[in-house]
């Protein structure tokens, strides 16, 4: 069945370090591709998508390519903030139905 | 609109015991599901609603029930509480449009544990 795979955390960095979290996916056909944020305390919220091979998703500084290639969905940001700390999942739909896999989550601590 | 809300926050529930964990949403959205966060785990998926009067199983079903008689709301029974069920429990949502991604929208959760 369809599955993701994200690096495992905690991820600890400085203010205004360079960050990328893994993320592999499993599925068949064209999934479509997302990261969604946990704030502490709050739900999930969606941070970018991609629906299509090459597609890349953006959103406040994140950045992250659809890649069938290698079946990657990395996320990235050029200088983080203290304010990303959070969770970070990754996350597919499948073809030929709404229902979601997420990965276990990337927890980023981020210092001043 | 408030999107999507979820009663109570907390709870503490004896082994045993049963309760309705409420979620409902303003936006008009078909699909609705209910998840569980556990350490490590990430979201584990329990029941879903594809629209009014149409539900299935996910992939922890097990000790949970839920019906959906409206659109808005989609409410999660804990039958018998056990230990196992303490949690964080989200509810979304998600549109159905021609061409949608079906990203979801999530409420705050309700945090769950039982003695």
């Known amino acids: 069945g369809d599955s993701v795979t994200q690096m495992e955390g905690p991820v600890t960095l400085s203010e205004e370090a360079f960050l990328t979290i893994n993320c592999t996916y499993t599925?068949?056909?064209?999934?479509?591709l997302f990261w969604y944020v946990q704030y502490p305390g709050e739900g999930l919220q969606l941070l970018l998508k991609?629906?299509?091979?090459?597609d890349k998703g953006s959103n406040k500084g994140f950045e992250a390519t659809y890649r069938k290639e290698t079946t990657s969905f990395h996320l990235e940001k050029g200088s983080v903030q203290v304010s990303d700390s959070a969770v970070y999942f990754c996350?597919?739909?499948?073809?030929?139905?709404?229902?979601?896999?997420f990965g276990a989550g990337t927890r980023l601590f981020v210092k001043a | 609109n408030a999107g999507v809300t979820q009663t109570p926050k907390f709870q503490v529930l004896k082994t045993g015991q049963s309760m309705t964990l409420q979620c409902a949403q303003d936006?008009?959205?078909?699909?609705m599901s209910w998840y569980r966060q556990d350490p490590g785990m990430g979201l584990r998926l329990i029941h879903y609603?594809?629209?009014?009067?149409?539900?299935d199983q996910g992939e922890v079903p097990n000790g949970y029930n839920v019906s959906r008689s409206t659109t808005e709301d989609f409410p999660l029974r804990l039958l018998s509480a056990a230990p196992s069920q303490t949690s964080v429990y989200f509810c979304?949502?998600?549109?159905?449009?021609?061409?949608?991604?079906?990203?979801?929208?999530f409420g705050p959760g309700t945090r769950l544990t039982v003695t």
């Open positions: 996350a597919l739909r499948g073809t030929g139905g709404f229902k979601t896999i």
């Open positions: 609603s594809v629209g009014a009067g149409i539900t």
């Open positions: 936006m008009n959205h078909e699909y």
């Open positions: 599925a068949t056909g064209y999934p479509s």
């Open positions: 991609a629906t299509k091979a090459d």
């Open positions: 979304a949502s998600s549109p159905r449009e021609a061409g949608s991604s079906y990203e979801q929208y």
